[in-house]
């Protein structure tokens, strides 16, 4: 899915002040009100954002989107944001990989390299590299969470700290402007500090709109990432961020 230039600034705008009202905002573009509606619709029907009575917000810090519906929303970023992942991983690599629909697309762009071993808790990504002969696929035991197959859990997090892989590529569902990473689960983000306490390098691979997106519970730090994979450029307070904590940035 692709936003326009007034969608966009819609949404960001809510991200900066929490809400927004259609009459201001038809004003401030100079549109009209069922223009904005419109525009409101586009952004709750994706998630992004959530309607109340003449107005919306941010979408709820408790729950996520549900998978079917990441499964589409900005594929092709992640699909670019896979590719770009994939040309800096070598052939005979070490990988942990967590849940995520963009840590999906990046298992779909290694599929051809050659020799790598897989840990995953991601049922989908393991079905994903299991079709190369020459990987190695380990699947950490647990508790499959039905909704989008990911393995969660205390034995999850003690099979993956039996390892230290060369890579750890991790998704993430926001990342606050303070640069803090956030996700809904704190069993799937135990698992997520496990894999960055456990990788040499730490692969953070998000698109755009979790720049911002509120979040419950708390994984870690813009700190703890060595590279960063995108779709767009982030913002300016969080590429400050980026810049003193020495994280690669890649936009692809």
Not at 1 to 29: K, P, Y
Not at 133 to 162: C, L, M, N, W, Y
Not at 199 to 213: A, C, I, N, P
Not at 236 to 243: D, F
Request: with cysteine.
């Amino acid at each position: 899915m692709n936003l326009n230039h007034r969608q966009q600034d819609i949404l960001q705008r809510v991200r900066q002040t929490g809400s927004v009202a259609i009459e201001e905002l038809a004003s401030q573009f100079d549109v009209t009100p069922q223009t904005i509606r419109r525009d409101i619709n586009i952004l709750c029907e994706s998630g992004l954002l959530r309607r109340f009575h003449g107005g919306a917000g941010l979408p709820s810090s408790v729950e996520n989107i549900a998978y079917p519906t990441r499964q589409v929303l900005h594929h092709e970023e992640k699909r670019r944001i896979g590719r770009l992942v994939a040309q800096h991983i070598p052939d005979q690599s070490s990988l942990l990989i967590n849940l995520g629909t963009t840590t999906e697309e990046v298992a779909k762009a290694l599929v051809d390299h050659a020799d790598m071993r897989v840990i995953t808790n991601n049922l989908n990504v393991a079905l994903l590299l299991s079709d190369n002969p020459s990987f190695e696929v380990i699947v950490a035991g647990g508790v499959v969470r039905r909704r989008d197959r990911g393995v969660i859990g205390e034995a999850t997090i003690d099979f993956i700290k039996q390892f230290k892989v060369d890579f750890g590529i991790i998704g993430i569902s926001g990342i606050d402007l303070d640069g803090t990473l956030l996700d809904f689960d704190y069993r799937e983000v135990r698992v997520s500090q496990a894999i960055i306490a456990n990788s040499r390098q730490v692969l953070l691979v998000t698109d755009h709109s979790k720049f911002g997106r509120n979040a419950m519970v708390r994984l870690g730090s813009l700190s703890e990432v060595d590279m960063l994979f995108t779709d767009q450029p982030p913002p300016a307070a969080m590429s400050e961020l980026l810049a003193q904590a020495e994280v690669q940035v890649f936009v692809a």
